[in-house]
Structure formats: structure tokens, C-alpha cells
């Protein structure tokens, strides 16, 4: 069972806009610790989408959003691209287990 | 262009012993703490480990502590897991990440592509 709670899947039409949960506690997210989010294909490494909440590393474009309020996180995820289908993670850290922290992860499936 | 090459992967049984490598390139190594993580088949992403980036604060998730080790040779940019004591729920696709910082953990980066572990008898 995952400290971070997440939908199991997730799926839009290309051109639509979708969000991914990313549910946590006063133990991390609602703790003001920062929600980092990655995008992971398969065989592929995971990438980092979206760090320290809101931001975006150089090279991903604006399509790509992070949010942060109380105990949860999102990302959206705006005019949807088939590229886009992939699992979907958040990631924070905890203070009382005194570790890093990931969701399950989210299947997007582009319809 | 930030490069992580992880190796030493393979099948094992129960109860024996492998170490990972990863190498690392494009980045100044030292100044960056290190992490591995890992993904079981069918699961998702699992933190293992992580050193600081002099090796100051190392931490383990329950699972693995007093069975792996981490380590870091900063002359060769490399990252190691002596992985010990292995058991089947071992087996995943352990990946060498990036942290953002030098004493992490923060968030990972960059990854690698990873090394498979197969613990089985």
C-alpha cells in the first residue's frame, strides 16, 4: 500500500485535458513537503515532469502542469498527444518514515 | 547531457549476493547525493537507497535495511548496491537516479534505464 494515494488509470482523446491525483498526508504533502511528478515509458527511464510542486524542468513543455493544495497534488495535463500514454507518478518525502515517497502510479491511456 | 549506466544485473537465488554499478557521466558526480530505486514487476516505482554526496547520510528503505549497501567511488563517478541475503520479493528493475541537490533527498533528475534482478531458485 502506497503512502500516496493515486488513480489506478486515467484516459482522455487526444486534445483534451486530464488530471492525475495525487492524495497524501500531513506526514508529507500536507507536511509543505514538495510533490514531484515523473512520467515513465515503458523500457524507457522515468522523467522528471514537474518539480518542487509547480515547475517545470527546461525541454517540458507548458502542456504539463503541477498544483498543491492541503494534503493533495495534481497534474494536468492539457491538449493530450498520443506520446502521452504512460504511467504517471507522484513522489514526495515523508517525515515519519524518514524517506522519499512514491504513488503507485497512473496508467494514462489515450483514447 | 546527464548519462546513468546502471549494470550488474542477472539471475540469482535465494540467499545470494550481487552488486550493482552505475555509471555516471555528464555532471559534476560529487556534487550530487545518488539513489537507487526500484521497480517490481507489475509494481510501481520503489525508493532503495540513498547516499549524500560525501557519503555523510546514507538511508535504506526497511525493506532492504541490513542487506543492502550503498556506496559512491567519486574518482570513477560510479554508484554501487551490494545487494546480500536476497529474496524473490527483490526481484525488480533497479534504477540509479540523479538528485537535484547534494544532500537529497530531493527529487530525481535523471535516471538511467536500469539493471534487472532476478531472485529466483
Known amino acids: 500500500q502506497s503512502v500516496l494515494t493515486q488513480p489506478p488509470s486515467v484516459s482522455g482523446a487526444p486534445g483534451q485535458r486530464v488530471t492525475i491525483s495525487c492524495a497524501g498526508s500531513?506526514?508529507?504533502?500536507?507536511?509543505?513537503?514538495?510533490v514531484h511528478w515523473y512520467q515513465h515509458l515503458p523500457g524507457a527511464a522515468p522523467k522528471l515532469l514537474i518539480y518542487d510542486d509547480t515547475k517545470r524542468p527546461s525541454g517540458i513543455p507548458d502542456r504539463f502542469s503541477g498544483s498543491k493544495s492541503g494534503t493533495s497534488a495534481s497534474l494536468a495535463i492539457t491538449g493530450l498527444q498520443p506520446e502521452d500514454e504512460a504511467d504517471y507518478y507522484c513522489?514526495?518525502?515523508?517525515?515519519?518514515?524518514?524517506?522519499?515517497?512514491f504513488g503507485a502510479g497512473t496508467k494514462l491511456t489515450v483514447l | 547531457e546527464v548519462h546513468l549506466v546502471e549494470s550488474g544485473g542477472g539471475l540469482v537465488e535465494p540467499g545470494r549476493s550481487l552488486r550493482l554499478s552505475c555509471a555516471a557521466s555528464?555532471?559534476?558526480?560529487?556534487?550530487?547525493?545518488m539513489h537507487w530505486v526500484r521497480q517490481s514487476p507489475g509494481k510501481g516505482l520503489e525508493w532503495v537507497s540513498s547516499i549524500s554526496w560525501n557519503s555523510g547520510t546514507i538511508d535504506y528503505a526497511d525493506s532492504v535495511k541490513g542487506r543492502f549497501t550503498i556506496s559512491r567511488d567519486d574518482a570513477t563517478n560510479s554508484l554501487y548496491l551490494q545487494m546480500n541475503s536476497l529474496r524473490t520479493d527483490d526481484t525488480a528493475l533497479y534504477y540509479c537516479a540523479k538528485d537535484r541537490a547534494a544532500a537529497g533527498p530531493g527529487y530525481f533528475d535523471s535516471w538511467g534505464r536500469g539493471t534487472l534482478v532476478t531472485v529466483s531458485s
Open positions: 513522489q514526495s518525502y515523508d517525515k515519519i518514515l524518514t524517506a522519499p515517497v
Open positions: 555528464g555532471f559534476i558526480f560529487k556534487d550530487h547525493a
Open positions: 500531513n506526514s508529507n504533502i500536507g507536511g509543505r513537503l514538495e
